[in-house]
C-alpha cells in the first residue's frame, strides 16, 4: 500500500503564492505519474499538472503560472503556485500512479488540501 502526504494549502491573496508538496512513502516499487488534480465546490475534479517520464502536462487555466516539479530520490511533487487568482480556489489532490513489480498500474490519490485565493 502506498500513503501520500500533502502540505502547503491555505489562504492566500489574490496575486500571492504557495507551493504545494506530497510525498509517498509505503511499498512503492516504481512511480510512473506523480501530479494534482483540483476540485472547486459544485465543480468535477480537473487535472491541474502531472509528471511523468515522459513528460509533464499543464492545464491551460493554470500554464505560465503554476510549475510542477519532482524530488524522485524523495518520492516527493511539489505545485508551485504563482499569481493566484480566486479562481484557483478549490481542493487540491496528489495523484500518484505507481507500478508494481507484476506490472500492474495502480493510482492513489492524497487527502486533499483546501487551497483559498480571496483578499
Known sequence: QVQLVESGGGLVQ???SLRLSCAASGSIFS???MGWFRQAPGK????VATSANSGTNV???VKGRFTISRDNAKNTVYLQMN???PEDTAVYYCYVQTLSRMFKFN???GQGTQVTVSS
Do not use: F, T
Open 83 to 85: 499569481s493566484l487568482k
Open 31 to 33: 512511480i510512473n505519474v
Open 14 to 16: 489574490p496575486g500571492g
Open 44 to 47: 468535477q475534479r480537473e487535472l
Open 107 to 109: 493510482d492513489y490519490w
Open 59 to 61: 492545464a491551460d487555466s
